[in-house]
């Protein structure tokens, strides 16, 4: 099993920035992708960012030039981050880091953290 420790959600006024990372540990091998996913209440999950453990990388349309992920693969843990900058009020949601064997299947997802972007 994979376990998620998500942080670094919070308020944060429109054009601000925050850092999320995602600590990842126990069977981190099954971890080929991770990334973030984004949900508003009355809408499905979208996604944001993926980077698999080689670094390569795959942005939402919406979130290019604004955001950037990021990973470190260390022996016994994975730690994912996005940071994210030029934040609208439409980057509102709950954002769930989430990880799997491949870009398609996220077998294993955080609980989530809530940004809120307002004035």
């Known amino acids: 099993q994979v376990q998620f420790v998500e942080s670094g959600g919070g308020l944060v006024q429109p054009g601000g920035s925050l850092r999320l990372s995602c600590a990842a540990s126990g069977s981190i091998s099954r971890l080929y992708a991770m990334g973030w996913y984004r949900q508003v209440p009355g809408k499905q999950r979208e996604l944001v960012a993926l980077i698999t453990n080689g670094g390569r990388t795959n942005y939402a349309d919406f979130v290019k030039g604004r955001f950037t992920i990021s990973r470190d693969n260390a022996k016994s843990t994975v730690t994912v981050y996005l940071q994210m900058n030029s934040l609208g009020l439409e980057d509102t949601a709950v954002y769930y880091c989430?990880?799997?064997?491949?870009?398609?299947?996220?077998?294993?997802w955080g609980k989530g953290t809530l940004v809120t972007v307002s004035s």
């Open positions: 989430a990880g799997g064997p491949n870009w398609y299947d996220m077998d294993y």
